[in-house]
């Protein structure tokens, strides 16, 4: 009994003590032991053995050890496990009970009811948070195609503003042959007005031309110095 787990070893303990048989005992046929009052099993036995009070993980102990739970036939309020090491008076065989490993204690955990109600109730909570992010997403969605549908919108207003605001090419011509005021004939007027102010031009003689002697002017005087100088000297000297 030495060389078996410190649980087995306990829960053996626990199972034999003839004084709280009314809570825990063994069956009748010594092969299974049977936990009659829950209630007083978590309150009063395990905080004798154990450094806890509850029933869940006292089964999952259980169940890593090997051993599984069967329906109670004597008592209709307990809970019966049996294991083929575990027996009444059978001290010596507790060292063949063994810690499962982890794939097998996995396995022997889920087929307890108290864990598999654990499992559900994971299960349902994660389902509520997946319902929720759902919702929460819908809503998103639905506020950013609202966005959207309004963006387009404003896209919409903003080209039909344009396109009334340019003038189109029919409306462009007609502009453009638009008359400002009355015609007048500023043209012929102006030009009136010139021949007023205007010299002919045969009568326009230009600066060199004023001061250049003509060609009979030119030819008479140098006729005068080609002609001979008749004068008597002995007047000039008279004048002396």
């Known amino acids: 009994m030495n060389s078996c787990a410190p649980f087995v070893r306990k829960t053996f303990q626990l199972v034999s003590d003839n004084t709280t048989n009314h809570i825990v005992s063994w069956c009748n046929n010594g092969a299974n032991f049977t936990i009659w009052n ?85 299960v349902a909570e994660a389902l509520i948070s997946l319902v929720k992010r759902q919702q929460e997403s819908e809503q998103l969605l639905m506020s ?49 007005e010139e021949n007023l102010f205007s010299v002919p031009t045969q009568e326009m003689f230009s600066f060199d031309e004023l001061f250049q002697p003509t060609q009979s002017t030119c030819a008479a005087t140098m006729r005068e110095h080609d002609a001979p100088i008749d004068f008597d000297i002995k007047e000039l000297l008279l004048d002396f």
């Open 38 to 122: 829950t209630q007083a099993f978590q309150k009063q036995i395990l905080p004798q053995y154990f450094k806890h009070n509850n029933l869940c993980s006292f089964v999952r102990q259980l169940n890593t050890y090997g051993f599984h739970k069967i329906n109670a036939t004597d008592a209709v309020d307990g809970l019966e496990f049996s294991h083929p090491s575990f027996k009444q008076g059978a001290k010596h065989l507790l060292a063949k009970i063994k810690r499962r490993k982890s794939k097998a204690k996995k396995s022997d955990a889920q087929s307890s009811p108290v864990v598999q109600d654990a499992n559900q109730l994971k």
């Open 144 to 192: 950013v195609c609202a966005e959207l549908q309004e963006a387009r919108s404003v896209i919409n207003s903003l080209q039909s503003g344009d396109k009334m605001a340019s003038p189109s090419l029919c409306g462009k011509r007609a502009y453009e042959e638009v008359e400002v005021g009355p015609s007048y004939p500023v043209a012929k007027k102006l030009k009136s």
